[in-house]
T-cell receptor, first 115, second 112 residues
């Protein structure tokens, strides 16, 4: 059983470019969460999605950031017009159940570097 | 703001010793989880303890939960060099469908 798959693992962008991060949840999981981690920091919640629905985006910056989880295909975290402060590791996690009643299964992360 | 705060921020011990990490949180919870993260990798779930449980064991791991003090501890017994990692507690607020909130973690170094 494949785990949560994230790609790319590493992404380098110049300021002003767009970054697209992809996440395929574990088979059978319909709930996806995106977290951001700065160096030596914990994970900060960004957004929680189910298929075709954004359930909670309270942790997502209001501008430049968007997320989707279409009926077919992976979840996408999109960052437009990246700035140096966007440099971080972005982790996707999935779960089979609603909300937070059980463990999350994490991918290996996508590390974004903005030059 | 972070819900869970781990203490200490960093811990260095010799192989074979026990490692204890603490987590404090602010609001009522349904359950508390501990995760491990090796450098440059994703998080791996270790153990979940429910709000009506006081202690739980899994192999060399022992977790306690004190809801009156809003705190939890993770004990790793007979540590090994391979236990070197960051350890995070994660909590869910006991209201609605809220996501897990992670602390800043404890960086554990086990020296062989």
């Amino acid at each position: 059983n494949a785990g949560v798959m994230q790609n790319p693992r590493h992404l380098v962008r110049r300021r002003g470019q767009e970054a697209r991060l992809r996440c395929s949840p574990m088979k059978g999981h319909s709930h996806v969460y995106w977290y951001r981690q700065l160096p030596e920091e914990g994970l900060k919640f960004m957004v929680y999605l189910q298929k075709e629905n954004i359930i909670d985006e309270s942790g997502m910056p209001k501008e430049r950031f968007s997320a989707e989880f279409p009926k077919e295909g992976p979840s996408i975290l999109r960052i437009q017009q990246v700035v140096r402060g966007d440099s971080a590791a972005y982790f996707c996690a999935s779960s089979p159940r609603t909300g937070n009643t059980g463990e999350l299964f994490f991918g290996e992360g996508s590390r974004l570097t903005v030059l | 703001s972070q819900q869970g705060e781990e203490d200490p921020q960093a811990l260095s011990i010799q192989e074979g010793e026990n490692a204890t990490m603490n987590c404090s949180y602010k609001t009522s919870i349904n359950n508390l989880q501990w995760y491990r993260q090796n450098s440059g990798r994703g998080l791996v779930h270790l153990i979940l303890i429910r709000s009506n449980e006081r202690e739980k064991h899994s192999g060399r791991l022992r977790v306690t939960l004190d809801t009156s003090k809003k705190s939890s501890s993770l004990l790793i017994t007979a540590s090994r060099a391979a236990d070197t990692a960051s350890y995070f507690c994660a909590t869910d607020a006991n209201s609605g469908n809220t996501p897990l909130v992670f602390g800043k973690g404890t960086r554990l170094s086990v020296i062989a």
